[in-house]
């Protein structure tokens, strides 16, 4: 069974600095894409970050240059490094397993809140 447990999250300055993590378990890491997305409040869900089976990583433009996807096989754990904050990041970010790699996550984690304040 796939499970997603995300952490990390937390209360910033803007400028400051976060880093999430999402472990993992029941995923080949090898056969799935995965991504972070996020929501806030009276907005829809937007993918931040991902990263296809082959490491192919892709940005929302609002993040690019401040946030970083990686991914450690062997800990079975993805992460999320995200500098610069501002409070438009403030946001529930998920993270996320396509087992299709078509874009249709169908696995997600419980989320973690990131709150910048300005």
């Known amino acids: 069974q796939v499970g997603l447990v995300e952490s990390g999250g937390g209360s910033v300055q803007a400028g400051g600095s976060l880093r999430l993590s999402c472990a993992w378990t029941?995923?080949?890491?090898?056969?799935?894409?995965m991504g972070w997305f996020r929501q806030a409040p009276g907005k829809e869900r937007e993918e931040v970050a991902g990263?296809?089976?082959?490491?192919?990583?892709n940005y929302a433009d609002s993040v690019k240059g401040r946030f970083t996807i990686s991914k450690v096989n062997a800990k079975n754990t993805l992460y999320l490094e995200m500098n610069n904050l501002k409070a438009e990041d403030t946001a529930t970010y998920y993270c996320?397993?396509?087992?299709?790699?078509?874009?249709?996550?169908?696995?997600w984690g419980q989320g973690t809140q990131v709150t910048v304040s300005s």
């Open positions: 996320a397993a396509d087992s299709t790699c078509l874009g249709t996550y169908d696995r």
């Open positions: 029941g995923i080949v890491y090898s056969s799935y894409c």
């Open positions: 990263m296809d089976m082959n490491g192919k990583i």
